[in-house]
């Protein structure tokens, strides 16, 4: 074949040969999917030190996925908790996997902290103490005599020590240590609580699956053996957002690559363009994918989701070559392959620089996930235009053998939308209807800043998170207080007086619990303080030597009860961290870059979220990640509705530049009403604005001009250019509009407002047509082009 | 809770009047039989309890009373006032003069406490082979029975149990890792119907 000797050809085959196998090798390497989204945010918090602290806390609560393995007999359920542990042992994906208590380990908890014990006297305790009398008297006959008192002999006779012991432990919520296993139960089930740590991110994509399959593997044998099981952490829902998104790329890819190409075989019949066009769209794809993947190394599953729309655009340059070329009627116009790209040069690279235009605005704003998006695309646009410029002319030689049927269709609508310019206050009356009816809509539109536009959670993993939270009756929160201080002391100070503040807030119901630092381990000088308390209470006239007296003890039996109770070593809050079993703890005290002391104060089961956010305290603020993210969204949609109208001022000044008032305006009318119209739309359907939809906008007006550019220069050969924009449009749409099915309710958002506003500005553009001032267009005479010369 | 586990124990094993005619023949299926036939109702104690550093033991003294169908009521007179009750997945306790029921889904030790006391009293003293190491022995007074537990938790908190009868059984003497030493002394009483207290505290027991 002629085709074969073009070098061109050849050098787009060895680059598309390049890309793939480029892109076949990173996929075989795996890993260059990503999909933490919040990754790709920038920081939210002004305070640095919040920022730190709060991606402490996630990545905390991150690498935890928590089971519970349920079963009516406890037996069984046991019999199937270990089972699945050993299962998940086996596949080691999990770094730790905290099930059984190792044998000994609260008598390692005890033995540390026994030395502390006096400094460690609980303050209900130290009250009993103070006042001495009958309750005292009392509590000592039941520490000493009663079969249920926990005492640890020879050193705590009296049981203060198990009650401070208790105390430590109470924040670990209602699971219960029985034979070694943490232990819930609820309504007539036994749960075992399994806590499994991950060691590698969650959000990797090779380890995702590992975990999820060895998870699915050990799932499946303990529900065969009848037991229950519940499952909930980051893991799960990262694994099932890339489940959905790589379902929904694949899924969007084909559907649309089909359409496109049954499009163009429909319209031309031929095989050579329907070669080309996906010629055309694979070198915008791999070209964009190679090259995104050399700059970044791991792209964004939501990037190859939006690439998909590459389909729907990059195929566009094709097509209008394409008609073009389908219009040259053999036997009336000679064609020449080259004299046709030269001619359709300009208004193919004013079609790419606009929607070029279009993603840089939006690789311009500060949200880096969008500059990825939008960087993939301007790729995948220059290399669908390059491969346009490169093949098209080289393959195309041969001039068409039949004219495809569309075009005579075309040619007919043309003519009768010119038909419409003698009639042109219909065409104003209908503009200002359309107006007038779009207000409502406008003002019907609300804003949603969300987060979970980013973060659409499967409906089953949600109910299950919720069901392991009413049974353990915890339900961390990713918010939390900070407590900033100079000193120790001030620390103290300011976590208690918050302390005091979310104690009255859960008598009203705002929340369920807090962990505070400050709670778990008394300050060096309230240590002291209790210290001296059983030292003077066991003076001559203290209240215990009193007590014990009173219940006949010796002197010398007092001294001995008083050798084994009293301690005086002091328990610094750095020593109580470094403990082995404070571990969890550590994450919550942190060591400011500025110096001076900070803590995390988290919270449980928040009802209230407005009446803790509004709690103030000197050093404390409330961080909460989700609210800072969804005002992070809030100034993006505001400054992205500031670059669409930027990019429409920008547009209509560079038409002024190009074609005069009247010009420009025609020619931005389509595209400013259809965008207009689609925010109505969208207000008449409920959906909300967001930074998204006005992402969508600013594509809008890149796709939309050029329909109007195209017929407005296209004046010569209006039915080619008609149809070029016809099929183009569908192409965009099919690229789009697929996206409305997308699981992220931000990316069907985007595709709707698209889908939407595409397809007004399609049935707009004939207002160009009808509108333009055909002086001008006969000032600015068409170039002499070579179809139109004769042989 | 060891200590509670133990006392159970003892307290239902206790209650049978133990007459060993045959001291070479005796097994633990034989006593068993005979705890049984003769379930007795109720018995004072003295408990002795020795404690590290203390010149002289503690002494405290009660009452138990085991109805095989509710469970156990432990009463301790002096030197405070204070009610156990003990059934099979839950405990009735009375300190002070407060009442608090404990439940074995609150409080798993419950658990094993239940299941000892239900072998007890449903006379299965083969199921304290699982949990001990029982080694029975005829003494010149009587019979003698050593209990040494076979694995942890019990393991860890106590050395072993010893009992000691003749017609009834007499002496307990319960030993701690620590060294500390409990005695428990009992004496049968005539067997008396729950007085009306002890009745509202065992209904809870169900």
Redesign the interface.
Known sequence: MTVLRSVRVWLFLLLLALAGGFVAHKLQQGNIFSTDLLALLPATERDPLAEQAAQQVQTAIGSHTLFLIGHPDRERARAAANDFVASLRAAAVFDRIQFELPAGAQQQLIDRLLPYRSALLTSADAALISAGGEPLQQRLLQALYSPLAVAVPGADPFGFFANSVQQMRAGAGVAQLDDGLLTVSRDGRVYLLIDAVSSQSVFDDRYQRQAIAAITAAKAKAVAAGAEVLGTGTLRFAAQARADGERDVSVIASISTVGVLLLVLLTFRRAAPLLLMFAVIGASLLGATALAILIYGKLHLLTYVFGTTLIGIAGDYALHYLTLHASSTPGITQWNANAAMRHLFKPLTVAMLTTFMAYLAIALTPFSAFRQIALFCMLGLLCGYLAVLLLLPAVLIAPTKRAPAALAWTGALHDRLLAWRQHRRPVYLLIGALVLMAVPGWWLLHADDDIHLLQKSDPGLLAEQQQIGDILQQNGNSQFFLVRARDEAEWRAREQALVATLQQARQHGALLGWRALSDALPSVAVQQQRIGLLERAFDASGSLHTALQALEFSAEDIAALQQQTVTRALLPISDYLAMPHNQPQRLQWLAPADGGVASIVLLDGIHDLDALAAIELAGISFVDKTASISALFQSFREQATGYVLLAYVGTLLWLLWQCGWHGALVRLLPTALASGLTLAVLGYAGQPFNLFTGIALLLVLGIGIDYALFLAEGEGHEPASLLAILLSALTAVLGFGLLVGASLPAVSGFGLTVLIGVLLALMLAPLTLVLVPETRVSERPVPEMPLKETP | ?T??AV?VLLNSLLLAPLTVAQAEALTLTALTERLASHMQQRSRFVQL?T??????P?R?TGEVLVLPEHGVL?Q?QK??V?R?GIGRDKLV?E??GQQKVLQA?????L?TLGRLLHSLLSGELAALEQDFHCQLSSTDAGWQLRLTPRR?PLS?ALTDVQLQGNDTVQQVLIR?K?G?QTTLQFEALPPAAPSAAEQALLDQLK
Do not use: F, I, Q, T
């Open positions: 809770m200590r509670w006392l309890k404690v590290n550093g203390l010149s002289r503690l405290s432990y301790l030197p405070m204070a156990y306790l300190e002070a889904s609150d409080a798993p030790w658990r942890e860890l701690d620590n500390d």
